[in-house]
């Protein structure tokens, strides 16, 4: 039961968010002008990284906003979350071995 | 009100039998309010039509005259009181005539349970994953929470005394859930 | 290879077993292999054996990072069945039953295979629109179906409650009688055995650190024990294939996913047959121990590490309990976790990639052990001729761009 | 037979509250604060079951979770229980309990038999036969197998008791009550943090309990007492006993299993939750979790009264029972020494002390000495006899090194032997919780290492051996854990004075060799007694190629019983480092899974069951409904009126009723669980038209449109009428199932791709109750109910809406059409619902107005060939497929799904399309489902054209109607296409999938 903070509301059970899936994937400005290839891309290509990963959730039970959290994949430690718009923090010194 | 003549509570088929410590309250206004709240010129104009300085610490409540004011989300309030929903409706339209924002009469949205009494904390703890702990949750708190199964605000009007707002489809299951929480202390006193 | 039987074992028995041989070696690696297999599970050691047997490339090295069978193969439910919806997977899983169906004989070693039938129940008006579509669709392509009502469900699964007054009453079901489970080590010990007496190099505890290329085609790997030329490499990581995809530089439409599973303790014999419930996530079978076996959803959030979180067993069992009530006094004995490797329109990748000569063989989500057979036996072919088998053509990397997906998600769930 | 083995004094039970029990039929009487298992000791009862494979005869081991052996089929009829261990059962009147998987008796095993078998069913025995001939394993061989499968029997029905959930934070969780943990709470409580303290005990005190200690000038008892006592005066401390941490997850999120009733006699349990999981999350956890106690691998290390060291000391000092009274001690350190010292003082005889080690010293040592018990050191014990109890023990010299020791040096009479491999710290949880171990070549078991979570380690489990430490380490854990959470400790109090014995040296001896070697001749080295594993099986593992730990375990079934190994993990691991020659730490250690011990079900699922496993949604109408007959369907969470059958109406004839009094007068459908989602905002027309496959900004004020959403990938996945209320502002319909989704979809687009559009989007679907009024009579209906508004269709045309007074109540009313008919959707605030409709129910009684389900709806709009998303549409059909290129703008540079239409796949010209089917025979209704094709007369598999999404038997049509997906359909309308059914063919012709009104003139009466 991963305990993920809510830049608005703190810290509160998983069961209370939706997943979102990979952070930072902007929708292209104009799809149109995409090859399939690229829009593919867009659509379904993920990077499903191992160890520290920004990823989106919403506060679906609470305040309703999408955010991001940077976690690690492995651990599922938490490093933090930040609003959508901002920077990922700053990895921790511990983050060895997993990258 | 006369808008609530012909009203029924969602729930009113199941609370004549709640336990001690729970009861469904008669209904009153919630209106929803969505707006800018580093917009300056849309806080004041919220003041000037109910009084209320809108929270904009997350998961607090501010108490106005007539009415008070739970913070939602960063741009979301529930207004809640004994007052007319519609005159509120009107006031806030007049007010924020002009700008960016939305206001809706959801008196009928949400049903208003209240939870009190010593085994309060008790059926708080099995419904909710939240911790309502008097060190962390204090009279004057509100927030959004799953309340078994179900979205709910919950708000700490006084120490031992909860109000528990939720969906009026929700109504019955929360009810009866609530009601069992308690089941095992009446048995025990 | 040493032909096990229960005469074999008699005469072992007299000289105290002392002359079992090893069940495969454990070689050093060589500089080089025709093919390369990353991952030493089930789908991988049955890549290898078919690769061999089917096509007789036998220079072959399957790397294991860890223990063999120590993925996936180790962590799912068991259970075995063809029955999908669209004739793409109808096709592929119905192969991979075929062998399944040989199997034990096929590589001497006893895989345990029960087909004492799957039922798939149905929840709701939807779920029977969806079922009997399914069983329709089957027939047509020659995989065995029928469609249960209620109380035909009961007959087949006697303790199973189907009173209309529970929250997700049983409608009916489907049911593959071919259907049923197999025993998950046996399977990757057997297909290790088999492929190691046909001359394939098994390596364990060998990590791939990177993918060698030159001019857009593979040379080989590299790993913790030294690296290793190739003209061909098959990726069967599940889990793990983004990982191996981005030593290559390129991406997969896949993410990874924690999949919780739980015995209960041995108790006896209480129901022979799989049940699954899409709707309320319970899968359920009873081992040969006497356990009974079941599979939880899937947790929603991405993880590479082999456990979920504990509120989704939790909710099956609530689930769980609502089919089954004498469950309730029954103790759950151990939990786990699998990463499975999920495509969006959960279906398997088995393609070629745009890097020449790798290829990758994942994407099976939650429905991979089933396939174990199949899946090699075709990914085989693919290493082999260097082109897809028409049964795991619609499976390529390309049906993301075209739009060609193969949709198992069934019906998004009838709304009005 | 009366408690022959009970000692004269002592124990923490009431010898003046005896109770009655019976095992295995047979009456027995114990004392409260017994366990099963003490009491079985006390009335000389040691054969409590036979083993898995070979069924030998099996006798209690330990005294707590560790046991391998003892289970036992608790209770009877509904609250009957399988394998549950005699030595985790407290006592109470009335228990009735029996051996597991014995058959026809305990005595006379039937299937003891398969000992003589032993030298075939070695490890791997099952993956190696049983394949010849192919047919007979489904036929025979499993079978068979699977009758000798199992422990005990799950209950035939369901179960009455209650569980439930509870949901606890504190800074400081303390896993374990021995004087560790006591220490660690105090220090915590002291310091003002919120702790919780668990033990799986009925009592707290750990060690202490199996101890006779002095603390700081206290008996143990006493100073158990005192700690107790101070922390329940704590308010914000929680004491749990009875209490199992069985599972740590992430974020320090632990899973404590509470057992409230399990202990009392069943008139006692009556009414009350029996078992309830605490779901914590901790700041910090310290755990203090002890050690549990090793089996020496010896031959025919498996009779009943071949005991552990320490549960010995446990029976006769906590329980007042001699678990026998000729006892034979043999070991490799000198802890277990104390166990033969209490037994000689409680009236017990110890024979001799068997020490592996050559030169024992130490008090301990002396004491037994000074005891004259006779102590053989350098020997070990290398065979046994008595079957059903151990009766004589054979003793070797040591021989180093040698595979085989050659001299008897004595047989030695006994009842029972005691046993100590040293101990394996508890690290189960702390394994659990990701954190790393590490093998201590002093200590000679693993110990905690680098953790991962917020957590501290202490007592027995961190290595800390003596009281001393214990106190010691307990308090600096808690301190930390107090500290670490923002709290400042008290100031650390004097050490108290403890008198006990130094703890001595330990002596690794992983496999005791007898006249033969190891796994020749009959004698059997058990490792694991549950599962039957040997170490001859583990050998043969290896001989055949299985090196890592994992494969030796999963192919000799090592630690895969009840117990997971407890007492079986570490001699397994050291046995196999010992036949691979490599140090333990490089063999590696086996993964700790949760539960820590089984949890049942019941318990997991609390109160989530029946109507609560999944919240149910109702309507303000719904009592109306089911006074009225109303059968229900399912939609989401919903419960909607199917239809409404009158008294002795088959389904069709309702469906027929229902449906023509709708075509020729009038019906009223509860619309209330459609989602609405008010949109508003001077960009909300630009925010529709990019959701939405169709334009939106020239909708008038007052008008009503309707829309089809995609996802990016091109598919239909919700649908929906849209009202303009004003210029920046739309009231949304979504589908029932799909309102949340809808919201969630539309604010993660505002929220994470359009920031810039000034929309504010809010869920009003519980604000508005829906009823629809639908049929040529609907004006005459809405006339008396809203006599003011004028509804001529010049102003109030089709797809627009008014707002006024419906019966008295505020209402909006719609003009839009899901049958085809003149329909009024009157929207009522949510708790105004009931008497709208019986307002309207009044109000159409002289038309016959008949109130109608989601099946009728279902029909009507098959009818006219609307769509029901999710029916028509499964994720894998796009709005052209739907033959609604209609709706889809071509103006509109973008909108979300658009570029994907383009993709060779999704533009295919021969893609399934949806169209009408009319079959040959008018009354043949298809199933839904059906798979169509264009030739039925080809093998095997037959390529399909599509399949059957919707199909009803249409009253007003007087004949079946079906919808369909079918390749390339729309350019095959006249043709004809086959759906092959199990016994069957029917024949259909492809059509126009409007079936009913086709020029729509029936939309305005």
Redesign the interface.
């Given at each position: 039961?991963?305990?993920i903070d809510c830049p608005?509301?703190?810290k509160?059970?998983?069961?209370?968010f939706?997943?979102?899936?990979?952070a930072h994937i902007?929708?292209p400005e104009?799809?149109?002008k995409?090859e399939?290839?690229e829009?593919?891309?867009?659509?379904?290509?993920?990077?499903?990284?191992?160890?520290y990963?920004a990823?989106?959730w919403?506060h679906?039970?609470?305040?309703?906003?999408?955010f991001n959290v940077f976690?690690n994949?492995?651990?599922?430690?938490?490093v933090g979350s930040y609003k959508?718009?901002e920077k990922p923090p700053k990895l921790p010194k511990s983050a060895g071995g997993t990258k | 009100m006369a808008e609530t003549e012909f009203w029924i509570t969602p729930a009113a088929a199941i609370a004549s039998a709640f336990p001690d410590g729970l009861t469904e309250l008669s209904p009153r206004a919630q209106v929803n309010l969505r707006g800018d709240a580093e917009d300056a010129s849309f806080m004041t104009a919220v003041k000037t039509a109910t009084g209320i300085d809108l929270p904009e610490t997350p998961n607090k409540a501010a108490t106005g005259k007539e009415f008070k004011a739970l913070w939602l989300s960063p741009d979301e309030w529930l207004l809640v009181g004994e007052g007319e929903a519609a005159t509120l409706v009107q006031n806030l339209e007049g007010a924020l005539k002009g700008q960016h924002f939305a206001v809706n009469n959801l008196s009928a949205n949400r049903t208003i349970f209240e939870l009190s009494g010593p085994h309060c904390h008790h059926a708080l703890m099995k419904s909710s994953e939240v911790d309502f702990h008097p060190r962390v949750f204090a009279p004057g708190d509100c927030l959004q929470t799953l309340i078994a199964k179900a979205q709910a605000i919950v708000e700490q009007v006084e120490e031992d005394r909860f109000h528990i707002y939720v969906r009026s489809s929700f109504s019955r299951y929360v009810g009866a859930w609530l009601a069992e929480a308690l089941a095992e202390y009446r048995l025990a006193d | 290879m040493v032909k096990y039987s229960i005469f074999t074992i008699a005469r072992n028995a007299l000289t105290g077993h002392k002359d079992w041989p090893k069940q495969w070696r454990s070689p050093e690696p060589k500089p080089e292999y025709d093919v390369i297999i990353i991952g030493g599970g089930g789908h991988g050691l049955a890549t290898a054996y078919y690769l061999a047997k089917e096509h007789g490339i036998t220079n072959v090295a399957v790397l294991e990072k860890g223990w063999l069978g120590g993925g996936n193969t180790a962590r799912n439910t068991t259970i075995v069945r063809s029955n999908y919806l669209w004739d793409e997977s109808a096709a592929i899983y119905e192969k991979s039953l075929q062998l399944w169906e040989g199997l034990s004989q096929d590589i001497n070693y006893n895989v345990m295979l029960s087909q004492r039938g799957v039922l798939n129940l149905a929840h709701s008006l939807g779920d029977v629109r969806e079922g009997v579509r399914r069983v329709n669709a089957n027939r047509l392509n020659g995989v065995d179906a029928e469609w249960l009502d209620a109380e035909g469900v009961k007959d087949f699964c006697p303790i199973i409650n189907i009173s209309k007054s529970a929250r997700h009453p049983v409608l009916g079901a489907t049911l593959q009688r071919r259907g049923g489970v197999a025993r998950h080590d046996s399977v990757a010990w057997g297909f290790a055995r088999a492929a190691d007496a046909l001359g394939v190099d098994i390596i364990q505890n060998c990590e791939v650190t990177g993918i060698k290329r030159k001019d857009g085609k593979v040379t080989g790997v590299e790993t913790t024990r030294g690296d290793i030329s190739a003209k061909k490499i098959g990726v069967v990581a599940a889990g793990h294939s983004s990982v191996i995809a981005e030593m290559a530089g390129i991406r997969l439409p896949v993410d990874s996913h924690p999949l919780q599973a739980l015995v209960s303790e041995p108790i006896k014999p209480v129901i022979d047959c799989v049940v699954m419930s899409g709707a309320v996530h319970v899968y359920v079978s009873q081992s040969d121990k006497g356990e009974l076996v079941m599979g939880a959803g899937i947790d929603s959030y991405n993880s590479y590490a082999q456990r979920g979180s504990f509120h989704v067993i939790e909710h099956q069992l609530g689930a769980c309990l609502e089919l089954f009530p004498i469950f309730s006094r029954v103790r759950m004995m151990r939990t786990w976790g699998g990463i499975v490797d999920t495509c969006p329109d959960a279906s398997p990748i088995l393609s070629g990639t745009s890097v020449e000569g790798l290829y990758f063989n994942c994407g099976w989500g939650t429905g991979g052990f089933k396939a174990t057979p199949g899946s090699g036996w075709c990914f085989a072919h693919t290493l082999a001729k260097d082109e897809p088998h028409p049964l795991n053509a619609p499976f390529s990397l390309s049906r993301f761009e075209s739009g060609a997906l193969i949709d198992e998600h069934g019906a998004a769930g009838v709304a009005h | 037979m009366t408690q022959a083995f009970r000692t004269t004094s002592g124990g923490r039970i009431d010898r003046k509250k005896a109770i009655n029990f019976t095992f295995n039929g047979q009456s027995y009487i114990g004392y409260e604060g017994d366990t099963l298992a003490s009491a079985l000791l006390a009335n000389g009862v040691h054969l409590l079951g036979r083993s898995f494979k070979y069924h030998r005869p099996r006798g209690i081991v330990a005294a707590g979770a560790e046991e391998p052996n003892s289970m036992v089929q608790l209770g009877e009829g509904a609250t009957t229980e399988p394998n549950i261990r005699a030595t985790q059962i407290s006592l109470y009147e009335g228990l009735k309990a029996s051996s597991v998987n014995v058959w026809p008796n305990l005595e006379l095993d039937i299937s003891a038999i398969n000992g003589l078998f032993a030298k075939i069913m070695t490890a791997g025995f099952y993956n190696k036969t049983f394949m010849w001939p192919r047919s007979m394993w489904m036929k025979l061989y499993e079978p068979v197998i699977r009758r000798a499968a199992g422990w005990g029997k799950a209950p035939a029905m369901g179960d009455p008791d209650i569980y439930d959930h509870m949901h606890l934070h504190v800074e400081v969780m303390v896993v374990g009550g021995g004087p560790a943990g006591l220490m660690a709470a105090m220090a915590a409580g002291r310091a003002g943090a919120r702790v919780l303290l668990v033990d799986e005990q009925n009592e707290f005190g750990g060690s202490l309990l199996s101890r006779k200690r002095q603390i700081g000038g206290k008996d143990e008892t006493a100073w158990i007492a005192d700690m107790v006592a101070e922390l329940e005066a704590m308010p914000d401390v929680t004491l749990l006993r009875r209490s199992t941490a069985f599972g740590y997850y992430d974020h320090n999120y632990l899973c404590v299993l509470e057992q409230k009733t399990d202990h009392l006699p069943a008139a006692e349990r009556k009414g009350k939750v029996r078992q309830r999981v605490w779901h914590i999350r901790a700041g910090q956890v310290v755990l203090a979790t002890g050690a549990h106690e090793r089996p020496l691998v010896f031959a025919d290390n498996d009779s009943p009264g071949i005991m552990l060291a320490g549960s010995v000391q446990t029976y006769v000092n906590r329980y007042g029972v001699l678990p026998g009274k000729k006892m034979v001690l043999f070991t490799n350190n000198d802890t277990a020494y104390e166990a033969a010292i209490d037994l000689q003082a409680a009236g017990g005889d110890v024979v001799a002390i068997i020490d592996c080690r050559t030169e024992p010293t130490g008090e301990l040592v002396d004491a037994a000495r000074a005891l004259d018990i006779e102590i053989l050191a350098g020997h070990a014990i290398t065979g046994t006899s008595g079957g059903k109890r151990v009766s004589s023990v054979e003793v070797r010299k040591i021989q180093k090194g040698a595979k085989v020791y050659t001299t008897i040096e004595r047989n030695i009479d006994c009842d029972l032997v005691a046993m100590s491999g040293g101990w394996s710290p508890v690290v189960h949880l702390f394994s659990q919780s990701q954190g790393q171990l590490e093998y201590d070549e002093e200590k000679v078991c693993f110990l905690p290492g680098k953790s991962r979570q917020a957590q501290q380690v202490a007592g027995a489990l961190a290595g800390q051996f003596s009281v001393k430490e214990c106190l010691a380490g307990g308090y600096k854990a808690g301190a930390d854990a107090a500290r670490a959470t923002g709290f400042t400790p008290k100031r650390k109090p004097a050490a108290p004075e403890i008198d006990e014995p130094a703890v001595g040296s330990v002596e690794p001896y992983w496999i005791v060799p007898s006249s033969r070697p190891v796994g020749e001749g009959m004698a059997k080295h058990f490792v694991d007694l549950q599962n039957d594993t040997t170490a001859a099986d583990i050998e043969l593992a290896v001989r055949e190629g299985f090196e890592s730990v994992e494969h030796i375990k999963r192919y000799t079934l090592t630690g895969f019983g009840t117990d997971q190994g407890k007492t079986s993990n570490i001699n397994a691991l050291a046995i196999l480092s010992g036949i691979l020659d490599k140090p333990i730490p490089k063999v590696g250690t086996t993964t700790f899974r949760p539960p820590y011990t089984p949890v049942s079900y019941g318990a997991l699922a609390g109160r989530n069951l029946g109507d609560w496993s999944d919240p149910v949604r109702v309507t303000s109408i719904h009592d109306w409904h089911v006074k009225n007959g109303a059968l229900f369907e399912n939609v989401g969470q919903w419960k909607r009126p199917w239809y409404f059958p009158k008294q002795g109406e088959t389904m069709q004839e309702a469906l027929n009723r229902e449906c023509l009094a709708v075509r020729n007068s009038v019906g009223v459908l509860d619309a209330s669980t459609l989602g609405k989602i008010d949109i508003r905002g001077p960009d909300a027309a630009e925010f529709l038209n990019r959701i939405y496959t169709n334009a939106w900004a020239k909708l008038g004020i007052g008008r009503v449109r309707y829309g089809l959403m995609c996802h990016e990938d091109g598919m239909v996945f919700d649908d929906g009428t849209t009202a303009r209320l004003a210029e920046d502002r739309f009231l949304m319909t979504t589908t029932t199932g799909g309102a949340a989704g809808v919201l969630d979809w539309l604010e993660e687009y505002l929220q994470t791709e359009w920031p810039e559009l000034k929309v504010y989007c809010t869920s009003v679907t519980e604000q508005w109750a829906t009823v629809s009024i639908t049929g040529p009579k609907a004006g005459a209906v809405l006339e008396k109910l809203a006599p003011e508004m004028d509804l001529s269709h010049e102003n109030f045309p089709f797809l627009s809406f008014k707002e006024g007074e419906v019966a008295g109540i505020n209402a909006r009313i719609f003009r839009i059409s899901f049958t085809g008919e003149l329909t009024y959707e009157i929207n009522v605030p949510w708790t105004c619902g009931l008497a709208l409709w019986k307002a309207v129910m009044a109000a159409g009684a002289e038309f016959d107005i008949t109130p109608y389900g989601t099946e009728s709806m279902h029909i009507l709009r098959a009818e006219k060939g609307f769509i029901i998303v999710g029916q028509e549409t499964d994720g894998t059909t796009t709005p052209q497929d739907l033959g609604m290129d209609w709706i889809v703008s071509k103006k509109k540079p973008d909108f979300i799904g658009k570029r994907s239409f383009t993709r060779s796949d999704t533009a295919r010209p021969d893609r399934k399309q949806l169209v009408g089917l009319l079959t040959e025979t008018p009354d043949d209704v298809l199933p839904e489902g059906s798979q169509l094709v264009f030739d039925p007369n080809v093998p095997k598999p037959i390529p399909m054209a599509g399949h059957v999404t919707s199909s009803y038997y249409s009253a007003a049509l007087g004949r079946s109607i079906a919808l369909a997906l079918v390749k390339g359909g729309h350019g095959r309308k006249g043709q004809k296409i086959f759906a092959p059914l199990d016994k069957r063919t029917v024949t259909a012709e492809i059509v126009d999938p409007v079936f009913y009104d086709k020029e729509g003139d029936r939309l305005n009466g």
């Open positions: 039961m991963l305990n608005w509301c703190g509160r059970h998983e069961t209370e939706r997943y979102g899936g990979e902007a929708r104009d799809p149109a995409l399939d290839t829009w593919a891309e867009f659509l379904f290509m993920r990077t499903n990284t191992k160890g990963f990823e989106r919403l679906s039970h609470g305040c309703r906003r999408w976690r994949t492995v651990t599922h430690e938490i959508m718009g | - | - | -």
